[in-house]
């Protein structure tokens, strides 16, 4: 089991930027893909950036493509998520996800039911 801890929500204005950042602990890091999710009110959760262990597959929801960049440090447990030139519809709670052994096509990392390690979620609120 993988525990995980996001941070760095919160309020930000239209065109502003935020950084999220998970830190893992309890299993060694490899092998494992590690993906953030949003969920906006009444809305299901979807995904919107996910990284392997070896940086050679990233994926982004269309929605954020040139605008977010996932990033991870092995070597201190960490993924990031920067987020540039937010906007309204960004807003929502993001969880930071993990797990192992994924096959890795987009259908398959996307999927939040494939998951069984979630952080506890940090809200982020763009104001327009």
């Known amino acids: 089991q993988v525990q995980l801890v996001e941070s760095g929500g919160g309020l930000v204005q239209v065109g502003g930027s935020l950084r999220l950042s998970c830190a893992a602990s309890?299993?060694?890091?490899?092998?494992?893909?590690m993906g953030w999710f949003r969920q906006a009110p009444r809305k299901e959760r979807e995904l919107v950036a996910a990284i392997n262990w070896s940086d050679d597959n990233i994926y982004y929801a269309d929605s954020v493509k040139g605008r977010f960049t996932i990033s991870r440090d092995n070597a201190k447990n960490t993924v990031n998520l920067q987020m540039n030139s937010l906007n309204p519809e960004d807003t929502a709670v993001y969880f930071c996800?993990?797990?192992?052994?994924?096959?890795?096509?987009?259908?398959?990392?996307?999927?939040?039911?494939?998951?069984?390690?979630w952080g506890q979620g940090t809200q982020v609120t763009v104001s327009s």
């Open positions: 309890g299993r060694t890091f490899s092998s494992y893909i």
């Open positions: 996800a993990a797990e192992r052994y994924l096959i890795e096509t987009r259908t398959v990392v996307a999927r939040p039911s494939n998951y069984q390690n």
